[in-house]
Each structure stands twice: as C-alpha cells, then as structure tokens.
C-alpha cells in the first residue's frame, strides 16, 4: 500500500490561505502516529480555520476502521526512510467458552465484570455511575491468564485491544492516547508487578517515574470512558499498594487458582487433541497431577502424544505412555524442570505420597532409547 509519509499542502478556504505539513511524529527514533501542522493568517479568521480543520481531520480519523475492533501493540523495527514502524495488529486465536477451564467462581467473578459490566454500561452512565473497568487477574504461572484475555477479546469485536508488554511501558502515554481515541477499548498491562512493584522493592528512580506515569494516565482518564483495563501478575504480593488504594484504578480482582480435580479432568480432554482417553487413565491421570498448572496438562498431553508414537501404540492412550511422560517432566528434569513446567507443587503433594513410582517409568525409558 502506497502511502503519504511526508506531505506539505497549500489552499484556500473562503479566500484564507493556508497550509498543512504532516511528517511522521515520534520519540525515541520510533515512529509513535503522525504530527501535523496548520498554518493559517493571524486574527479571528484564521483561528477559527485551523480549529474547523483539527475538527474534521479528528473526524475523519476517528471515522476510520483500520484499527478499531482489532488487536494492536507497538512493535518498533528500524525504517530506512528515518525512524520505524510501530503499530501491529495481532490475529488472536479464537477462544470459546468451553475452551475457558476455570472454577466456578472465578468463571462468573468473570462474566459479572465484563460480558455483565458491558451489557450494563449504557444505562450506567444514565445514572451518572463511571463506566471505565479495571480488572486483576492473578494467580501461579500457567494457569490461564493470559489464554482468559483472547477469550475476552474474542466476546468484544467492538473493542480495540491494546497488548502492553513491560519492555513497552516507555510508550504508554501513546497506548492512553489510542486507548480513548479508539474506545470502546480494552487494554491489557500484563506482568503488571514488573511496572508497578511495591515502592521499597524498587531499583531505581526510574522504576518509581514509569510507575507514576501509570498511575497519572489511568486516573487521567474521564470516568464515562469506554475503556476496561486487565492486568496480570504472578506475583500479587509485590504490587505496589497505591495501585489499588484509589477507587477507579482496579474494582476487582479475579484469583486464577491451580486446576482442582474438575478443571485437571476437563484440560486432560481438552487438551488430549485426537488422543483417546479412557476413564480409569483419565482418573489416574487427575490424581497423579495435583498441585500442576493448565500448561503443566497441556505439554504433559503433547509429551504422552510423542510417547504413543515412539512407542507405536496409536491414538489410544495407554497407562505406558503416561508414566514416561510424568517420569520426564517430573523427575528426570529435577526441581528446576518442575518448575519451569509449572509443577512445582507436587512435590509437596503426589511425590511425597508415593502416587508416582520411579520403576516403571525407569524401564519404560529404558525400552524407548533401546528402540533408538
């Protein structure tokens, strides 16, 4: 697509000359939106021209459907033209409701603050209540935070999603501005604890300035603006207070807790693909992994898949195939592997119980490098 970067025109409105320069506007060698420039002669005339101009431009732009509705974040790469490029759009999965493995309460703790919020929202602002939303989503690693955000984006089509990363934050006075520019729009902050640690935790001044500057765009916002903001962290504890001590910043927290019984059955299937599971090894399976998180579930099914084929055991999975997998990612890896796989727990609860023994799953790996 054949665009304008630089462009200086030169007119005539009922008989007042002026002129428009656009060139790309931006901070830090990166391209952050367009600056544009009006000039027009002094006096009333010319003021009130260069006003009807900024009007119809910001009409014409707000008009526009290239982002809005869509998923967007700031992906800066160099430009040989001067500068770089910023804005990307995402093409999120889609993720359905039965794709959502939460527990019960957390599920309508959800739907109550947005697919509820949203619905209620104009009759909200009828009352005079403020219809801006701020949300926390926090928990363990792996336990569906960040899968629960591209299924709120997939139930808000009308929404503009803005996808803030920590190595983003420098931009954030642009996300604010797109934020009530293209509302109604949902902006989404994760890893919320790296931004906005708890002042005493702090390693610099200039952790304090970002933190200050996140606080001072959210309570800058109008309160009827369509905006919901979510924002994750691992590490709730380390949240600096003040983010939540003003009302309007956050109005609820939402706890993802490790899977239950239920949830480690229901992302078992999910998460089986094509595999076929029997009930016994789906029993076995919900008690062997108590204390994982759903990424745990997930990549144990796509290991116990690669076993089945090592093994050429087919598409039906089998008592075999399963332990060599919980061998791998629970033992052989060490506690670091447990860890970054997001079973950490277990060790305080199947392996002290002895619901995992080493022998079969010893003898099975053996058989599987023998075939190597």
Same mark, same amino acid.
């Given at each position: 697509?054949?665009?304008?970067?630089?462009?200086?025109?030169?007119?005539?409105?009922?008989?007042?000359?002026?002129?428009?320069?656009?060139?790309?506007?931006?901070?830090?060698?990166?391209?952050?939106?367009?600056?544009?420039?009006?000039?027009?002669?002094?006096?009333?005339?010319?003021?009130?021209?260069?006003?009807?101009?900024?009007?119809?431009?910001?009409?014409?732009?707000?008009?526009?459907?290239?982002?809005?509705?869509?998923?967007?974040?700031?992906? *800066?790469?160099?430009?040989?033209?001067? *500068? *770089?490029?910023?804005?990307?759009?995402?093409?999120?999965?889609?993720?359905?409701?039965?794709?959502?493995?939460?527990?019960?309460?957390?599920?309508? !703790?959800?739907?109550?603050?947005?697919?509820?919020?949203?619905?209620?929202?104009?009759?909200?602002?009828?009352?005079?209540?403020?219809?801006?939303?701020?949300?926390?989503?926090?928990?363990?690693?792996?336990?569906?935070?960040?899968?629960?955000?591209?299924?709120?984006?997939?139930?808000?089509?009308?929404?503009?999603?803005?996808?803030?990363?920590?190595?983003?934050?420098?931009?954030?006075?642009?996300?604010?501005?797109?934020?009530?520019?293209?509302q109604p729009s949902? !902006?989404?902050?994760?890893?919320?604890?790296?931004?906005?640690?708890?002042?005493?935790?702090?390693?610099?001044?200039?952790?304090?300035?970002?933190?200050?500057?996140?606080?001072?765009? !959210?309570?800058?916002?109008?309160?009827?603006?369509?905006?919901?903001?979510?924002?994750?962290?691992?590490?709730?504890?380390?949240?600096?207070?003040?983010?939540?001590?003003?009302?309007?910043?956050?109005?609820?927290?939402?706890?993802?807790?490790?899977?239950?019984?239920?949830?480690?059955?229901?992302?078992?299937?999910?998460?089986?693909?094509?595999?076929?599971?029997?009930?016994?090894?789906?029993?076995?399976?919900?008690?062997?992994?108590?204390?994982?998180?759903?990424?745990?579930?997930?990549?144990?099914?796509?290991?116990?898949?690669?076993?089945?084929?090592?093994?050429?055991?087919?598409?039906?999975?089998?008592?075999?195939?399963?332990?060599?997998?919980?061998?791998? !990612?629970l033992f052989t *890896?060490?506690?670091?592997?447990?860890?970054?796989?997001?079973?950490?727990?277990?060790?305080?609860?199947?392996?002290?119980?002895?619901?995992?023994?080493?022998?079969?799953?010893?003898?099975?790996?053996?058989?599987?490098v023998r075939r190597?």
């Amino acid at each position: 697509v054949r665009f304008v970067k630089i462009g200086f025109w030169l007119s005539r409105e009922k008989h007042l000359p002026f002129a428009i320069l656009m060139a790309p506007g931006g901070r830090f060698g990166l391209r952050t939106g367009v600056h544009v420039e009006v000039a027009v002669p002094s006096g009333e005339p010319g003021a009130q021209l260069s006003q009807d101009l900024f009007r119809d431009l910001e009409l014409a732009v707000s008009k526009d459907r290239t982002y809005r509705g869509r998923v967007i974040s700031f992906e *800066g790469h160099i430009d040989p033209m001067g *500068g *770089g490029s910023m804005v990307k759009v995402h093409r999120l999965a889609k993720v359905n409701r039965e794709d959502v493995i939460l527990p019960a309460k957390t599920l309508a !703790m959800l739907d109550r603050n947005v697919a509820g919020f949203m619905a209620a929202r104009e009759q909200l602002r009828s009352l005079h209540f403020q219809t801006r939303k701020g949300l926390l989503f926090y928990g363990p690693p792996g336990t569906g935070k960040t899968h629960t955000i591209h299924y709120v984006a997939s139930q808000l089509p009308n929404h503009t999603t803005l996808l803030v990363t920590a190595e983003q934050i420098v931009f954030l006075s642009e996300y604010f501005r797109l934020a009530r520019f293209l509302q109604p729009s949902m !902006m989404v902050i994760e890893d919320i604890d790296l931004i906005a640690r708890e002042r005493t935790h702090m390693h610099g001044p200039g952790e304090e300035l970002l933190l200050n500057k996140l606080l001072n765009e !959210m309570d800058g916002l109008r309160e009827d603006a369509d905006v919901l903001f979510i924002l994750t962290t691992n590490r709730p504890d380390q949240i600096e207070p003040a983010l939540a001590a003003r009302p309007g910043r956050i109005d609820q927290a939402i706890e993802f807790p490790l899977p239950d019984e239920e949830g480690r059955a229901k992302l078992t299937k999910l998460y089986s693909r094509a595999l076929q599971i029997s009930e016994e090894l789906l029993s076995v399976i919900v008690t062997r992994t108590k204390g994982v998180s759903a990424a745990f579930i997930k990549e144990l099914m796509r290991r116990c898949a690669q076993f089945q084929i090592e093994l050429s055991a087919g598409n039906v999975l089998t008592q075999a195939a399963v332990d060599a997998a919980l061998e791998e !990612m629970l033992f052989t *890896g060490g506690a670091l592997n447990r860890r970054l796989l997001g079973g950490e727990a277990v060790e305080q609860t199947t392996m002290q119980t002895g619901s995992l023994s080493h022998g079969p799953f010893t003898a099975l790996s053996s058989r599987i490098v023998r075939r190597d």
